[in-house]
């Protein structure tokens, strides 16, 4: 198992509400990065970080922000819901290498009534 | 524009029977490759990858994958199927030291191994 954790695993939540969903490694990882999927369908990068302050928005334009103030902790924050953000959250890490694979938290699935 | 192909979204076979799970990809450069698996409700795990040297990688639970440079492909074999083999698979590419930390992912393959 790899240790990169996501709180919560699930989430429901009204329109318009802020949220923010947690994810945390512990392999020192410099690289992380959250995907949207919804399930069972492709992935869709929407955020990603090179390090500490550093962070970049994906190929997928999405209203959600994320930061980095800690090697461990790159959070993503929703700032008002909607059901167009149902969806499951995948976040990764990986090392500073571009020959390694990418490590997967578990994904928090959100829906949004 | 680089990108991932798995033609087929849904390969099915019986369990005991050899599996293929096709990638080809569009990238510049050598890239690195590699195979996830993906249970329902779930992240991704990791199952292989290849970088250099041999044509022929091991990976996790049996499988296996075979990259052909001149046919673009990297496809994940298995030689005899289990039911449990059940699950979403994607294939990844990521460019090599092109300044870029993103990994670009096919559209995932169900594989559905009958008893």
């Known amino acids: 198992e790899a240790d990169i954790y996501q709180t919560p695993r699930y989430l429901v939540i009204g329109t318009g509400k802020k949220i923010t969903l947690e994810c945390s490694q512990t392999?020192?990882?410099?690289?992380m990065y959250w995907y949207q999927q919804d399930p069972g369908m492709e992935l869709h990068l929407i955020h990603y970080s090179y390090g500490v302050n550093s962070t970049e928005k994906g190929d997928l334009s999405s209203e959600s922000t994320v930061s980095r103030i800690r090697t461990e902790h790159f959070p993503l924050t929703l700032e008002s819901a909607r059901p167009s953000h149902t969806s499951q959250y995948l976040c990764?890490?990986?090392?500073?290498?571009?020959?390694?694979?990418?490590?997967f938290g578990p994904g928090t699935r959100l829906t949004v009534t | 524009a680089q990108s991932v192909a798995q033609p087929e979204d849904q390969v099915n076979v019986a369990e005991g029977n050899p599996l293929t799970v096709k990638c080809t990809y569009s990238v510049s450069g050598n890239p690195y490759l590699f195979w996830y698996v993906q249970y329902p409700n779930r992240g991704l795990q990791f199952l292989l990858k290849?970088?250099?040297?041999?044509?022929l990688v091991k990976g996790s639970y049996g499988f296996e994958a075979e990259f052909n440079k001149s046919q673009t492909s990297f496809h994940l074999k298995k030689p005899s199927a289990l039911v449990s083999d059940s699950a979403l698979y994607f294939c990844?590419?990521?460019?090599?030291?092109?300044?870029?930390?993103?990994?670009?992912f096919g559209t995932g393959t169900r594989l559905k191994v009958l008893a």
């Open positions: 290849y970088i250099t040297g041999d044509n």
């Open positions: 392999m020192g990882h410099d690289k």
């Open positions: 990844a590419v990521r460019p090599p030291a092109s300044g870029t930390y993103k990994y670009i």
């Open positions: 990764a890490s990986s090392p500073l290498r571009a020959s390694y694979e990418q490590y």
